[in-house]
């Protein structure tokens, strides 16, 4: 177990009475953190399309509001007014026993609001390549703490409780309200529990939401898209005299062109400036194949089908429209390129709604607060895009609210072994918290 009294911490820069006296008690409950962080991660809250298993969870963030003296508001989505006829709305998804969870300390009037936002659920724990730690096991080693969800974003989430437990332990109040929320379904394309909570009224004049991001605030992030393909082709064991038109020819012709297509959009397409240093600015991936099932259950076989899921990326400034057409028009030349391959013509789906990248300037007052906040406990953290779509762009884009993304660091996100560096998240919570004070203008009563 990781001592993180042990921990050496900078002092604050230039800070206030109140900006010292947060930090101060800070220190004090920091064990809570972690403390929280484990007990999110030993709950199981997949998102499993178009089902989930957020509610466990849910309960458990509920009951710590509910210790810091404070109401939470624990709806279901189909409670939300307007939230099914929202043009940002995907509709498919079920959402029984799935809440959102919102609670708010209210400002004493004059100051600036802000919402500290994650999600709760995780995608599924089950992978490709086995975990050498339990997935639901929440284990330190080597100060990382593993577990499914455990940087994306359960590490968020305790984050943001703790900032709440700082404050009311302190009974401080901030001069704008300050909004917390966990919001279900972000994973696979979510966001109708971000969208939710903006309908209900959880609205502020910024937010900051808690995403991994390795101590880097994130103004930006990629647009996204996923497209599912299914090959078909001729089988079998014995030969049909037929030399073309194999599933597997098929793939390799595919394969190798993928490449292509993320080296034509980055010749022609503008790179947006928070992702001028990125090694692959516009990222087209293969991320899954399967022919069947794989051991001495199977025949051995050529395969007569096969399914492809590509991802690829995009600028904050694309539109669906332009990448959807690039997509379309590189697909359509790669199959006519070869028309000997393609006698059974495959088409492609889109599982996933498109989601959009978003961006505030670098000069933004939040963005320059937020570093202000970073630098007052001894950090300079690079400001740049995420190389990633999430629901920010719900903030930025549908509500006109400006959000950034603030994290800690750790690794393998999505994958097997995912873990949090515990020291990163106790420097992203104290950065946090005087970010509050900072935007919200927190004050605390004399004893």
């Known amino acids: 177990m990781l001592d993180l009294k042990s921990q050496s911490r900078m002092p604050l820069d230039g800070a206030t009475n109140t900006g010292i ?9 920091r064990p809570y953190l972690i403390r929280t962080l484990e007990q999110l991660v030993r709950i199981p809250s997949e998102n ?7 509610n466990a969870c849910q309960v458990y963030v509920a009951g710590e509001l509910e210790s810091f003296g404070l109401t939470p508001d624990v709806y279901p989505l189909t409670a939300v007014d307007g939230l099914g006829s929202h043009r940002e709305y995907w509709a498919g998804r079920e959402y029984a026993d799935r809440p959102n969870v919102n ?4 400002g004493r009037g004059g100051g600036r609001s802000l919402v500290l936002a994650g999600h709760i659920d995780t995608v599924p724990a089950d992978t490709p390549v086995k975990w050498s730690h339990d997935p639901f096991g929440a284990s330190i080693e080597e100060s990382r703490l593993y577990g499914r969800g455990a940087w994306d974003m359960k590490a968020g989430v305790a984050m943001n ?40 009224g959880y609205n502020a004049d910024a937010a900051i939401i808690t995403e991994p991001t390795n ?3 994130c103004p930006a992030q990629r647009g996204g898209q996923v497209v599912h393909v299914e090959l078909r082709g001729s089988g079998g064991i014995l ?32 790179i947006d400036p928070y992702f001028a240093g990125c090694a692959e600015p516009f990222a087209a991936w293969v991320t899954n194949i399967a022919t069947g099932k794989w ?6 076989t050529v395969p007569e089908r096969c399914w492809i899921e590509i991802y690829f990326q995009t600028m904050p400034q694309e539109s669906g429209e332009e990448a959807h057409a690039d997509f379309g028009n590189w697909w359509e030349a790669t199959l006519n390129a070869r028309p000997d391959l393609f006698r059974n013509r495959p088409a492609f789906q889109l599982p996933m709604r498109w989601l959009p990248g978003c961006a505030i300037p670098a000069d933004h007052p939040l963005v320059m607060e937020l570093q202000c906040a970073t630098r007052a406990i001894g950090q300079e953290p690079a400001v740049e895009g995420l190389d990633a779509p999430s629901d920010m762009y719900i903030f930025q884009k549908c509500f006109n609210t400006p959000a950034v993304m603030w994290g800690p660091s750790g690794a393998n996100a999505h994958q097997a072994d995912e873990y949090v560096e515990l020291e990163s998240l106790v420097q992203a919570t104290r ?11 927190v004050e605390v009563p004399t004893r």
């Open 215 to 217: 101590l880097k605030i």
């Open 239 to 270: 030969s049909q005299g037929e030399t073309s038109g194999r599933v597997t020819e098929q793939l390799a012709h595919i394969l190798a062109a993928v490449p292509a297509f993320a080296r034509e959009r980055q010749s022609r397409v503008e």
């Open 103 to 106: 609670a708010v300390v209210r």
């Open 21 to 29: 006296l947060l930090d101060q008690t800070f220190e004090r409950v």
């Open 161 to 200: 409780l703790t900032v709440l437990r700082v404050l009311c332990e302190l009974g401080a109040r901030p001069g704008g309200d300050l909004i917390f929320e966990t919001v279900v379904d972000e994973e696979f394309g979510g966001v109708n529990g971000t969208l939710a909570a903006r309908l209900r």
């Open 48 to 54: 499993l399309p178009p089902r989930g298993n957020e």
């Open 431 to 441: 950065a946090l918290l005087q970010m509050v004070h900072r935007w919200c203008g």
């Open 295 to 300: 051991g001495w259950t199977q025949p051995i």
